[in-house]
């Protein structure tokens, strides 16, 4: 099993409801889209995005960590000691049931 994982996102920050879940095929590749109600001012939106994660994915904030992207809305974070099942349940809020 590999230490990380590399998790492409695409941010939608000043959403008046945040979720998590969607596809957006970006620069990295497919990526999960994660809409959030911070402004994209000072990193903002980038904190709550990787926190957002963190909580869809049922790992603690501090496993997740930004790779690159910290002024763009496409972004690729890490994530530490991935289980077995994560990867199934990053595929389940990419691209929606069991695909």
């Given amino acids: 099993m ?5 998790v492409a996102v695409r941010v939608k920050p000043g959403a008046a409801r945040a979720r998590v879940g969607g ?3 970006g620069p990295h590749g ?3 889209v994660i809409a959030v109600n911070a402004p ?5 939106a980038t ?14 904030p501090a496993a997740v960590s930004l790779r690159a992207g910290s002024t763009s809305r496409d972004k690729l974070f890490l994530v530490e000691r ?4 994560l990867a199934k349940a990053l595929r389940r809020l990419r691209d929606g049931a069991d695909r």
């Fill in 30 to 32: 497919p990526a999960l």
């Fill in 47 to 60: 904190e709550a995005a990787r926190r957002a994660l963190a909580e869809a994915l049922g790992v603690r």
């Fill in 82 to 85: 991935p289980s077995p099942e």
């Fill in 2 to 6: 590999d230490d990380t994982l590399t």
């Fill in 40 to 44: 994209p001012v000072d990193g903002r």
């Fill in 23 to 25: 596809r957006h095929d």
